[in-house]
Each structure stands twice: as C-alpha cells, then as structure tokens.
C-alpha cells in the first residue's frame, strides 16, 4: 500500500518528491500525489514538515 497523504494538511512544498527513492511522488495542483511505484520505506513521512504523510497500518 501506497503512503497517504492529508491533502488538507499538504502544502505542496515538494520535499517529499525530492527524498523519495523510487520517484513514486509529485506534486499536482500543488498538493503531493503517491503513485503504485511507493514500497513504503517511510522517507516522505520523516522529511514532511507539514506532518501531512502516513504509512498505512
């Protein structure tokens, strides 16, 4: 399962986009979008200040 994003608490900076390993994030309409390519590694949650991304449990 693909990481979640809050597009309530997303700010569209893009720092998820440029720590992510398999380039499985962009930003659309200035909100980030996680694509099927995720493999849950969890570097998007840690480097988001906005504290807008989870793993699913």
């Known amino acids: 399962m693909a990481a979640i994003v809050d597009l309530e608490k997303c700010t569209g900076c893009g720092d998820c986009v440029e720590c992510c390993p398999t380039e499985s994030i962009k930003v659309e309409n200035e909100k980030a979008v996680v694509n099927d390519e995720c493999i849950d ?16 449990e």
């Open 41 to 56: 590694c969890g570097a998007c949650v840690d480097e988001c200040s906005s504290e807008a991304i989870s793993m699913p």
